[in-house]
């Protein structure tokens, strides 16, 4: 049951969601055919999207089964028919004993606990069978549900084949059934590796590139052509590298790719980069913010002018981090502009522009630009030269809020590292606010964690490393078992940790005096400010990642 706009309006207003000063705001968006007022709610900030989804629950009066956070299993899934669930939009959800519960976006349809008890599969239970006594029937959203139908999938590669041996549009067919599969995993890029004889296709999942299928290279020729043409890349270009972009769309969900072509001995390249949606409505804790961090990143916020800068390498989540900033900052009375290469999440309100080299448009020449449009709040992709980082400080000195990343392993060099870039430390002591360092790690499989006590000395013995960080006495270990919900890894979904230096005025006189890291990272620790192995240590203790995972990253 998908709900149009103005019935999910009525819902929300119904159950005190929104009161009736926002219906004018959202009015003018209902209007708008092109998106769902649930996509605007979430990108905006204003509810996250289990929240629309409880509030519907309440109107249907059944219980809300919360499928974006538990995924049931693909054994848990496939114990309803495929033309049952995808009739009914409905999906197990959970069981305990005999008693099952089923999600579903159709609760008011009349018989459907009778109907799923008798469509149920038994459950097995080693050499046990165990029959279905009672149904519960709760609510889900529709596109929740959808997801969960990937475990009727075939595996991909079979898929491909039989695509293959139809011989019929393979391109636009195999195209479609790779992008879902990634969509499903939540992969962040697919890449079409091409080999001597072959062509690998590999997700990356959780920061991990995975092996999931291969193709032909006489088949893999179709199919770059097809990704060249939606892209509007040249398809009589293969001696060079090409970017592009492209918006797939798939059962009411869009996802925007960014297209990367490098040509390698073996044939063209492809990296597609996937910017999913779900990704705009992050909360800060969602992201790995502990409530200080929280706290100090919103008080350097909420400051007139300044800059906030986010370090950390290519892939470690810096641009996420900062729009989980700007979907807080992002008001009617804030004007709010971005110069980014590319531009990742687009948000409403919010002006975006693009670098472009064929316009000469580059971050200096459009940063020039954006400072004379009157902003209150400036996020700048990344500051790649001293002439964009001449303009960024300046803005930041003369009433503005600077937001921007840049290439340092942590904060503590990142001051060093753009006054060598020539930015004098007077001009960085009066517009720096914040600097923070990120990583992202994987986080432990919530279905499959399980702990055991362990002592100090069987941790030093494998990491002896850590003598000075590691607690005295049993330590209680966390740990992914592997299970299907995550490809028997361990792991499922990615968090960041995080290294804040606050600039206190001490930290402005040091910064002035052109100190070296190590010096500001003396002053950080005498104001007892957690380095990056230290809240992965947090993260650790609390049951959220692996001491491998933050080792990975991060040293002691």
């Given at each position: 049951?998908?709900?149009?706009?103005?019935?999910?309006?009525?819902?929300?207003?119904?159950?005190?969601?929104?009161?009736?000063?926002?219906?004018?705001?959202?009015?003018?968006?209902?209007?708008?055919?092109?998106?769902?007022?649930?996509?605007?709610?979430?990108?905006?900030?204003?509810?996250?999207?289990?929240?629309?989804?409880?509030?519907?629950?309440?109107?249907?009066?059944?219980?809300?089964?919360?499928?974006?956070?538990?995924?049931?299993t693909?054994?848990?899934?496939?114990?309803?028919?495929?033309?049952?669930?995808?009739?009914?939009?409905?999906?197990?959800?959970?069981?305990?004993?005999?008693?099952?519960?089923?999600?579903?976006?159709?609760?008011?349809?009349?018989?459907?606990?009778?109907?799923?008890?008798?469509?149920?599969?038994?459950?097995?239970?080693?050499?046990?069978?165990?029959?279905?006594k009672?149904?519960?029937?709760?609510?889900?959203?529709?596109?929740?549900?959808?997801?969960?139908?990937?475990?009727?999938?075939?595996?991909?590669?079979?898929?491909?084949?039989?695509?293959?041996a139809?011989?019929?549009?393979?391109?636009?067919?195999?195209?479609?059934?790779?992008?879902?599969?990634?969509?499903?995993?939540?992969?962040?890029?697919?890449?079409?590796?091409?080999?001597?004889?072959?062509?690998?296709?590999?997700?990356?999942?959780?920061?991990?590139?995975?092996?999931?299928?291969?193709?032909?290279?006489?088949?893999?020729?179709?199919?770059?052509?097809?990704?060249?043409?939606?892209?509007?890349?040249?398809t009589?270009?293969?001696?060079a590298t090409?970017?592009?972009?492209?918006r797939?769309?798939?059962?009411?969900?869009?996802?925007?790719?960014?297209?990367?072509?490098?040509?390698?001995?073996?044939?063209?390249k492809?990296?597609?980069?996937?910017?999913?949606?779900?990704?705009?409505?992050?909360?800060?804790?969602?992201?790995?913010?502990?409530?200080?961090?929280?706290?100090?990143?919103?008080?350097?916020?909420?400051?007139?002018?300044?800059?906030?800068?986010?370090?950390?390498?290519?892939?470690?989540?810096?641009?996420?981090?900062?729009?989980?900033?700007?979907?807080?900052?992002?008001?009617?009375t804030?004007?709010?502009a971005?110069?980014?290469?590319?531009?990742?999440?687009?948000?409403?309100g919010?002006?975006?522009?693009?670098?472009?080299?064929?316009?000469?448009?580059?971050?200096?020449?459009?940063?020039?630009?954006?400072?004379?449009?009157?902003?209150?709040?400036?996020?700048?992709?990344?500051?790649?030269?001293?002439?964009?980082?001449?303009i960024?400080?300046?803005?930041?000195?003369?009433?503005?809020?600077?937001?921007?990343?840049f290439?340092?392993?942590?904060?503590?060099?990142?001051?060093?590292?753009?006054?060598?870039?020539?930015?004098?430390?007077?001009?960085?002591?009066?517009?720096?606010?914040?600097?923070?360092?990120?990583?992202?790690?994987r986080k432990?499989?919530?279905r499959?964690?399980?702990?055991?006590?362990?002592?100090?000395?069987q941790?030093?013995?494998?990491?002896?490393?850590?003598?000075?960080?590691?607690?005295?006495?049993?330590?209680?270990?966390?740990?992914?078992?592997?299970?299907?919900?995550?490809?028997?890894?361990?792991?499922?979904g990615?968090?960041?940790?995080?290294?804040?230096?606050l600039?206190?005025?001490?930290?402005?006189?040091?910064?002035?005096?052109?100190?070296?890291?190590?010096?500001?990272r003396?002053?950080?620790?005498?104001?007892?400010?957690?380095?990056?192995?230290?809240d992965?240590?947090?993260?650790?203790?609390?049951?959220?990642?692996?001491?491998?995972?933050?080792?990975?990253?991060?040293?002691?």
């Open positions: 049951m998908n709900l149009s706009n103005q019935e999910l309006q009525d819902i929300l207003v119904a159950g005190n969601y929104i009161n009736l000063n926002d219906v004018a705001l959202l009015q003018e968006h209902i209007d708008q055919k092109e998106n769902s007022l649930m996509n605007f709610l979430v990108t905006q900030g204003i509810l996250t999207k289990d929240i629309i989804g409880q509030a519907i629950a309440e109107h249907f009066k059944v219980p809300y089964a919360d499928l974006n956070s538990y995924m049931p693909k054994e848990m899934v496939k114990r309803l028919p495929e033309s049952f669930a995808t009739k009914n939009l409905a999906v197990v959800f959970m069981q305990d004993g005999s008693n099952v519960v089923v999600a579903t976006a159709n609760p008011l349809k009349k018989g459907l606990a009778a109907a799923a008890k008798k469509a149920l599969a038994p459950l097995k239970d080693g050499k046990k069978q165990i029959a279905t009672k149904v519960s029937i709760h609510y889900s959203l529709p596109e929740d549900i959808t997801q969960a139908f990937v475990a009727y999938r075939k595996p991909l590669q079979d898929r491909l084949n039989a695509i293959v139809s011989g019929d549009k393979m391109a636009p067919r195999i195209f479609d059934e790779v992008m879902q599969d990634a969509i499903a995993l939540r992969s962040s890029d697919i890449h079409f590796d091409p080999r001597e004889e072959t062509v690998v296709i590999r997700f990356r999942v959780d920061g991990i590139l995975r092996d999931i299928a291969k193709l032909e290279p006489r088949v893999y020729g179709n199919v770059l052509n097809h990704i060249k043409v939606r892209s509007a890349l040249r009589d270009l293969h001696a090409q970017d592009g972009s492209m797939y769309e798939y059962n009411d969900r869009r996802t925007d790719l960014r297209i990367s072509v490098a040509p390698l001995m073996d044939g063209e492809v990296v597609l980069r996937l910017l999913a949606a779900y990704v705009r409505g992050f909360t800060f804790a969602d992201l790995g913010l502990n409530q200080d961090h929280q706290d100090a990143l919103l008080a350097s916020a909420r400051k007139p002018f300044g800059m906030i800068l986010v370090v950390g390498p290519t892939g470690s989540g810096k641009t996420t981090s900062l729009y989980g900033l700007i979907k807080i900052l992002n008001k009617s804030v004007n709010i971005t110069i980014e290469d590319p531009v990742e999440y687009k948000v409403a919010v002006n975006h522009m693009q670098v472009n080299e064929d316009t000469d448009l580059s971050f200096a020449t459009g940063l020039r630009s954006i400072v004379r449009q009157d902003p209150d709040v400036i996020l700048v992709g990344e500051i790649r030269d001293k002439e964009t980082a001449d960024a400080t300046n803005a930041a000195l003369t009433g503005h809020l600077m937001l921007s990343t290439h340092a392993n942590d904060a503590a060099t990142a001051i060093p590292r753009l006054m060598d870039m020539g930015i004098e430390p007077f001009i960085l002591s009066s517009t720096l606010e914040l600097i923070i360092a990120q990583r992202l790690v432990i499989c919530e499959c964690r399980e702990t055991s006590k362990i002592t100090r000395a941790v030093l013995k494998e990491h002896p490393n850590l003598s000075r960080s590691i607690k005295k006495g049993k330590l209680v270990h966390y740990i992914g078992k592997g299970c299907s919900s995550c490809a028997g890894t361990g792991y499922s990615r968090t960041a940790l995080f290294e804040f230096i600039i206190d005025d001490v930290l402005r006189e040091i910064v002035s005096k052109r100190p070296t890291a190590q010096e500001i003396a002053h950080a620790d005498n104001r007892q400010s957690p380095t990056l192995y230290m992965g240590l947090a993260k650790v203790y609390a049951g959220v990642t692996t001491i491998e995972e933050v080792l990975r990253v991060a040293s002691e």
